[in-house]
């Protein structure tokens, strides 16, 4: 055990590998995100990722045509990549995460209501701050932090977790309530 522990320290040490921390559901079980994970299904889009080559993600986002969602392009909803076709679509997506393709909720930022969002997920403030287009991270309740350390990892990536766009604000209220397409989701912010 302790020589493999080595060769995986070596090896992500000399490559340019991203790794992940693994979520264990159990640890969320009575909390916020636990129910998000349970109510959305997303067991597998929370578990242990797979060790991720960074050249190999860039090359794979910079093959992304400007057609990829123009079904009258031959090659509608494919990347082409090292001499083969990789589907990227809605169902590929929900393949890769072991998800049903159900009418789950589309997530509507836009149409959300801002007192509605702040009263929400805010404690001790009830509006949106005038002229701002974040609101600080501090002022977000406990279980929606949370919540909030997986929205900005996997769901809006940020590296400005101390804010909170209004963006980021409305899908944290949306996941306390409803679910969310992840396949959709993910496909459209592609």
């Known amino acids: 055990m302790e020589g493999a522990w080595l060769v995986y320290k070596n090896d992500t040490s000399i490559r340019n590998i991203i790794s992940e921390r693994r979520v264990?559901?159990?640890?969320?079980?009575?909390?916020?995100?636990?129910?998000?994970?349970?109510?959305?299904?997303?067991?597998?889009?929370?578990?242990?990722?797979?060790?991720?080559?960074?050249?190999?993600?860039?090359?794979?986002?910079?093959?992304?045509?400007?057609?990829?969602?123009?079904?009258?392009?031959?090659?509608?909803?494919?990347?082409y990549m090292r001499g083969q076709y990789i589907p990227l679509s809605l169902l590929a997506i929900l393949r890769y995460y072991r998800l049903d393709n159900t009418e789950n909720d589309i997530f509507q930022a836009a149409t959300t209501n801002l007192y509605e969002v702040v009263t929400s997920i805010c404690q001790g403030i009830d509006h949106w701050p005038d002229g701002s287009s974040t609101l600080n991270y501090k002022c977000l309740l406990p279980q929606v932090r949370t919540l909030d350390k997986m929205v900005s990892a996997n769901l809006l990536p940020t590296t400005h977790s101390s804010m909170v766009t209004m963006e980021r604000a409305r899908l944290l209220h949306w996941l306390q309530t409803k679910t969310l397409n992840i396949g959709y989701y993910i496909f459209c912010n592609v």
């Open 24 to 79: 264990l559901t159990s640890d969320f079980a009575n909390e916020l995100l636990g129910q998000v994970i349970e109510r959305n299904k997303w067991e597998t889009f929370v578990a242990t990722p797979r060790v991720a080559y960074v050249e190999i993600v860039k090359e794979f986002y910079a093959n992304i045509h400007d057609n990829l969602d123009n079904s009258e392009h031959p090659k509608y909803q494919q990347v």
